[in-house]
Nanobody, 115 residues
Framework: QVQLVESGGGLVQAGGSLRLSCAAS????????MGWYRQAPGKQRELVAE???????NYADSVKGRFNISRDKAKNTVYLQMNSLKPEDTAVYYC?????????WGQGTQVTVSS
């Protein structure tokens, strides 16, 4: 089992920045991927950014150049620095871990960007 606790969401004006954090605990060795997804109202959940098992990063095209994913292995924590936020970035952001064939999700944190 993997437990994920997110923090850092909130309300920000367009052009502003937010930083999300996700702390993992439990059986956290051998992770295949760790990162962030988001889901806007009426839309499917989509990948935002993630690390794969080799440590490489993958970003959605819509956030490239604006968002940066990083991690602190000692703290088992992954971060998402979001800059130049746009109203279309408004969504619930979920921390995600893939371990073997199992997906684990955080409780979600709301990010709202006002125009």
């Amino acid at each position: 089992q993997v437990q994920l606790v997110e923090s850092g969401g909130g309300l920000v004006q367009a052009g502003g920045s937010l930083r999300l954090s996700c702390a993992a605990s439990g059986t956290i060795y051998g992770l295949n991927a760790m990162g962030w997804y988001r889901q806007a109202p009426g839309k499917q959940r989509e990948l935002v950014a993630e690390f794969n098992s080799g440590g490489r990063t993958n970003y959605a095209d819509s956030v490239k150049g604006r968002f940066n994913i990083s991690r602190d292995k000692a703290k088992n924590t992954v971060y998402l620095q979001m800059n130049s936020l746009k109203p279309e970035d408004t969504a619930v952001y979920y921390c995600h871990v893939l371990r073997n064939i199992f997906n684990y999700w955080g409780q979600g944190t709301q990010v709202t960007v006002s125009s």
